[in-house]
């Protein structure tokens, strides 16, 4: 759409199938009109602007990068390049977009008031542009302030316990909290709205994701490649036939090996796909020359782990001036995040004994 103070706009496809959705609800006998509902869909979408704006400006005020705001059916979303710094940080960004979202209404109010317009009863689709500008915002700002994630309400929530807590329990506690909340809503929705059912399974969803990536980035986040990998892997040469390689296989555990040619590094090879080969071919033949390699100072959570999602095989080679000096596999990862949580709590037993 444009850039507003620097900051990307940007509208998702599926955005079409919402104006498709206003300019029908709208042409129905009675209704204002389909350009009416799509002046509506104008306003109510620059109000989530507005909202998403206000989280990325502080956001970049407090330091973060922000890539662009992106526009959904169901809201805005603000990216940023990373979370939020501090508790405090956490917590001016997140209350910005709710406390936009509350002054738009607030003048509104106050001018539907100045103008003599009636606010109440409470309609989003017709009475006045004025009400329905106002009403549309207190929802909003009310509906984020829920304390559940990835709703602001969460991280309002989460900044609040980090106070006395850790990041990694902290976010438990508020993705727990918000997982009970997302039940109740879809449960209140069974027998009120249905659309109430949709929103708490996104939210029961955004709170095990949020929950999820904050636990990797506690535990990983500052870790480089050579931190996780297996340091000196076995490779394999690539002009090797194999039909020879029957008994080296079955002497390791190692089921993916990074393979070696004139030039260095020449891509990846399965245990299963030279199982399956043919005896007199050689591993270059059945090796996956594209497979992505990674070097050892790189970001393990930033670079390596997205590389490892795309990667066919679930596994980079790392590579340092041209020589294999390690294997990056996805179990490496995981492995890593397993060994860096927390300690238990000591239980009462151990607490008697101390
Ligand atoms: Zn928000």
């Known amino acids: ?67 662009e705001i992106l526009l959904l059916p169901i809201g805005g979303v603000s990216k940023l390049e990373q979370l939020p710094g501090t508790p405090s940080d956490e917590f001016a960004i997140a209350i910005a977009g709710p406390l936009a979202s509350a002054a738009i209404a607030g003048a509104g109010a106050a001018l539907a008031t100045a103008m003599g317009v009636r606010l109440l009863p409470v309609d989003l689709l017709s009475g006045s542009l004025l009400s329905r500008l106002v009403w549309f915002n207190l929802i909003v700002a009310g509906f984020n302030l829920l304390p559940a994630f990835p709703l602001d309400g969460g991280r309002v929530l989460r900044a609040w316990l980090e106070r006395r807590l850790d990041l990694e329990t902290a976010t438990r506690h508020a993705a727990r909290i918000g997982r009970w909340l997302a039940v109740s809503l879809a449960v209140t929705g069974l027998l009120v709205d249905v659309w109430l059912v949709v929103i708490g399974v996104f939210v029961y969803l955004g709170a095990s994701a949020e929950e999820a990536a904050t636990i990797v980035h506690a535990r990983i986040g ?100 041209g020589r294999v000096v390690g294997l990056l596999r996805i179990e490496d990862v995981v492995h890593e995040v397993e060994r860096r949580a927390p300690a238990e709590e000591p239980g009462r037993g151990a607490s008697a004994a101390q």
């Open 1 to 67: 759409l444009g850039k507003v103070a620097g900051i990307e706009i940007r509208v998702h496809a599926s955005f079409a199938i919402l104006v498709v959705l206003f300019a029908l609800a709208f042409s129905q006998p009675g209704a204002a009109g389909p350009l009416a509902g799509l002046t509506w869909l104008v306003i109510i979408f620059s109000c989530v602007v507005v909202h998403e704006l206000a989280h990325s400006i502080v956001a970049r005020r407090r330091g973060a990068v922000v890539h």
């Open 222 to 321: 500052r870790l480089d490649v050579r931190d996780a990998m297996l340091v000196e892997p076995l490779v394999l040469e690539a002009r090797t036939r194999t039909g020879d390689l029957g008994t080296f296989l079955r002497r390791t555990p190692q089921r993916i090996f990074p393979v070696i040619g004139a030039q260095g590094y020449a891509g990846m090879v399965t245990a299963d796909a030279i199982d399956g080969a043919a005896p007199a071919v050689c591993v270059a033949d059945v090796a996956d020359p594209d497979a992505l390699s990674v070097a050892p100072d790189a970001s393990l959570e930033h670079e390596a782990v997205p590389m490892l999602q795309e990667s066919p095989c679930g596994a980079l080679a790392v590579v340092d001036a």
